[in-house]
């Protein structure tokens, strides 16, 4: 695995099991020297998320002592039931807490039987309640997609230009409602590890990382803000043009 600095965090390129298990690893690291009551790790969507819980189910890499204190979200989420094909966090509970046998006090879906705007108000309370005020998660996983955006932080989202204070919101967007961690939940993160894999990434990273700053353009360029807590994982697919 090679690594680096870069502008908008550090970069680290190597195989996929490599990737997959320092996830793990900067994880478990984060939870250790984690001073709050109750430890949080956001999951996300995407492909690449499936492949993580199956290989850590089938390798049993996530250590007993980080399964035992962590409670679980999803930074963004579909505004569908957690039975859905579509959901989230209904993924990551069959894929991953399911098997692992997660307890359900800790597990925090985003509470989709309520409408979006409801939703996004009623997870900010619980979240406060939890973790308490100015905290979003510990650990928040982000995917990448193919248009560079990240969590449900699309090109031309009102969220990278109107400077909402909130963490979490509600939005309409050209893919449904979404329910999504904000710019500034992001910044209030302790740690933040994007998962991205495979050649059709490529030439979204190399907008982020050799392109224009234009974050309504490429919105996980704003993770600038937040450089020194962002960690990308990256294979050598991936990775070629940066």
Not at 56 to 68: H, S
Not at 76 to 87: A, F, G, I, N, Q
Not at 174 to 194: E, M, N, V, Y
């Given at each position: 695995?090679?690594?680096?600095?870069?502008?908008?965090?550090?970069?680290?390129?190597?195989?996929?099991?490599?990737?997959?298990?320092?996830?793990?690893?900067?994880?478990?690291?984060?939870?250790?020297?984690?001073?709050?009551?109750?430890?949080?790790?956001?999951?996300?969507?995407?492909?690449?998320?499936?492949e993580w819980y199956d290989?850590?189910?089938?390798?049993?890499?996530?250590p007993p002592a980080l399964?035992?204190?962590?409670?679980?979200?999803?930074?963004?989420?579909?505004?569908?039931?957690?039975?859905?094909?579509?959901?989230?966090f209904g993924h990551a509970?069959?894929?991953?807490?399911?098997?692992?046998?997660?307890?359900?006090?800790?597990?925090?879906?985003?509470?989709?039987?309520?409408?979006?705007?409801?939703?996004?108000?009623?997870?900010?309370?619980?979240?406060?309640?939890?973790?308490?005020?100015?905290?979003?998660?510990?650990?928040?996983?982000?995917?990448?997609?193919?248009?560079?955006?990240?969590?449900?932080?699309?090109?031309?989202?009102?969220?990278?230009?109107?400077?909402?204070?909130?963490?979490?919101?509600?939005?309409?967007?050209?893919?449904?409602?979404?329910?999504?961690?904000?710019?500034?939940?992001?910044?209030?993160?302790?740690?933040?590890?994007?998962?991205?894999?495979?050649?059709?990434?490529?030439?979204?990273?190399?907008?982020?990382?050799?392109?224009?700053?234009?974050?309504?353009?490429?919105?996980?360029?704003?993770?600038?803000?937040?450089?020194?807590?962002?960690?990308?994982?990256?294979?050598?697919?991936?990775?070629?043009?940066?």
């Amino acid at each position: 695995m090679t690594e680096k600095t870069t502008d908008y965090g550090r970069l680290c390129v190597g195989e996929k099991e490599e990737l997959f298990a320092r996830a793990v690893a900067l994880t478990a690291a984060q939870q250790a020297r984690a001073t709050s009551k109750n430890f949080t790790l956001a999951l996300t969507g995407g492909l690449t998320p499936l492949e993580w819980y199956d290989w850590c189910v089938r390798t049993r890499a996530l250590p007993p002592a980080l399964l035992a204190a962590t409670h679980f979200t999803v930074s963004d989420e579909r505004h569908v039931p957690l039975v859905s094909e579509e959901s989230n966090f209904g993924h990551a509970a069959r894929r991953l807490l399911d098997p692992l046998a997660v307890p359900s006090e800790q597990r925090h879906p985003w509470p989709v039987r309520l409408s979006p705007s409801e939703a996004a108000e009623a997870y900010r309370r619980a979240w406060a309640a939890l973790v308490g005020p100015g905290r979003a998660y510990d650990v928040c996983f982000l995917g990448l997609g193919d248009d560079a955006h990240t969590a449900s932080i699309f090109p031309g989202s009102p969220l990278l230009s109107a400077g909402s204070s909130d963490f979490f919101v509600a939005l309409d967007t050209s893919k449904g409602p979404r329910l999504t961690i904000t710019p500034a939940g992001l910044r209030a993160c302790d740690l933040i590890i994007i998962k991205t894999l495979g050649p059709a990434k490529a030439p979204a990273l190399k907008r982020i990382f050799s392109g224009p700053y234009d974050p309504l353009k490429t919105p996980a360029q704003i993770l600038k803000t937040c450089a020194a807590r962002v960690v990308w994982l990256v294979d050598k697919a991936a990775a070629k043009d940066i």
